[in-house]
DNA sequence: TGTTAGCACTCAATTGTACAGAGTGCTAAG
DNA sequence: CTTAGCACTCTGTACAATTGAGTGCTAACA
């Protein structure tokens, strides 16, 4: 659940004997817990292999040097490198929400009203209470999505809306600017036309536009190329960030702060984050893994939304590279599941 | 300019004479330059007044006694407070914006292109070039446009899209869930009868609805009520913030930067605090005169947004109560004059 | 051969002290 | 009213000494 992409075999160079990955573990574990440096006694103490701290200490030499552990100096005890993280993550079992939590969700599915919008918004909020993280919902776009019915409407003379709405439920506007003055006819028979033209296709598919220079096939025209030069943008995909806030208390150092805040101001940005992710096939990316240099300080838990399997947008969780990965990973999968059955099979509605 | 709510007559609380005032200036703006405490020294060298340290420190003392001034702690400089501050923003002339700045925002008057959200957006973005700070710019609720158009579109049998277009050239949606199936014709017999009834009114309007309870009829008056009852909650007023990452440069403390992020989290907080502002007749709101406890180590500047002379929005600055007051009100000004130009006369689109 | 107790060593963090410097308030003289 | 002079207060810094956590190594042991 953790891990996706590497292939089951598992591969010699990130496998360690048991007892390393114990102590890998109870390291990580700790550091979570405690954002110190962890030494050789407390590991002893903690884990129910009883060795002394000299044996843990050896061993714990062998994993700095496979570079799953470093120490800030010496002196000091061991923190996990995001080598050591993303070992603890792959060797995760997958766990449960705590019983309170689990209410919650639930609760708050069966309350949530309004548009798909609202309710992703609000999903991103829940995320954020759950876990305490910087949460990201990412809604589909609607480039699969054919067209329910398309208007244009007369703003004055020179100036129409072209209004449309997609199977999906979004609705799209694009302002268009005439060369020219139009008459409520003939932007009535452009609208009539549209709709012949665009009903039931998608923003994929080639439509046939009437050549004709007149004013209504000239308005059409326009009207056809704005609606498909929609897509490079952003494909209409939304997204929703919820508890930026947390930013500050769980990342200490102002220029930490500063860094993901501002990667997380551009939104545009954070949908590839989150697609880079899902196409690595991972579920979490741990420091540099996420692929920008400014969150190498973060780890992020994304979670796929499906609607009939189709990829549909994510849900995902931004925090420290010590962040509490069983908890979000389960908050982030039990939403994202809620999420998929309630856009899944029926058509969601106020 | 800077101050607006007071009477003309100055009351003598907070006048001093010009000694003091020239004092308390070079405090405030050495203080904002430096975010260090300023001692008498310091401002006997900075200002023209040819007097020593020691007169500059008795005078001090009467600042201190009055308010305009504290100190930190026994021999350290003085530090403005809230109401230093606001003395200095109330005496302030006017500044205006270095000419590349200038250049900079004709420039991009000159080439946004593309929906209102878009250039409101953008121009946030501007904004927190320009200043460095975090901006706001709320746009106008669509309260008080009139409706263009209504359609009612079929998902399936169950469930409908309301869309509704505005004078101003906002489109809303609503979903619409009938109690019970309908079909495709009544469905456009609805909707035609909703252009009927609503074209060329505002939300503000009562309407007639049919008091028969047949489909088309139920669908009707659920549509109605749900566009009318779209006001309590945003007005449609929409707000873009940006640059959020400023505020952890700017502020120290992760304590503040957390609660100014997760004030500016909410979007509905911000319309208000917005609002209050403009309300008190203020274009700045120093520390705790805007309201919000969370917020009393800032400094909002609001610069109001008007079409055809009534308020239609507003572009905001926030930052610490050392901000750069001449630079940032100019800015805001510049910036909400453009937009007023822009939205004022013609209808603008991309 | 793997484990562990013991020990010397390292380094960060803390404490205490001394000192310099910035800035004040007060006073007395101009 | 202004200001020079001065004593005083408080912070910040530098430095040394101390503490303590934690290490690496080695030699003994099972």
Redesign the pocket.
Known sequence: MARRAPAPTKPSPTDLDA?KATILEAVVVEHIRTA???????VAATVNL?????????E??TL?REGFLV????????VPTDKGYRFFVDHLKSGVLGSAQQHQVKEFFANVRGEVEDVLEQTSMLLTQLTNYTSVVVGAGHSHSSILSVQLVNLDARHQLLVSVFSDGSVVKHSVMAPFDVTHEEVAEASKQLNALLINTTLESRVQVPSRSDHVATLVREAVSLLHAEKPTTDGEQVFIGGSSRVAEVFQGVETVRKVLSILEQELLVVSLVQDILDQGLSVAIGSENGYEPLSACAVIVAQVTIDGAPAGAVGLLGPTRMKYREALAAAHVVSEHLTRRFGGEEQHG
């Open positions: 007892r110190q440096p962890v030494g050789s006694s407390s009883a060795v002394s701290p000299a044996t843990v200490r050896s714990m030499v700095e120490q800030p100096h010496t002196s000091a005890g061991r």
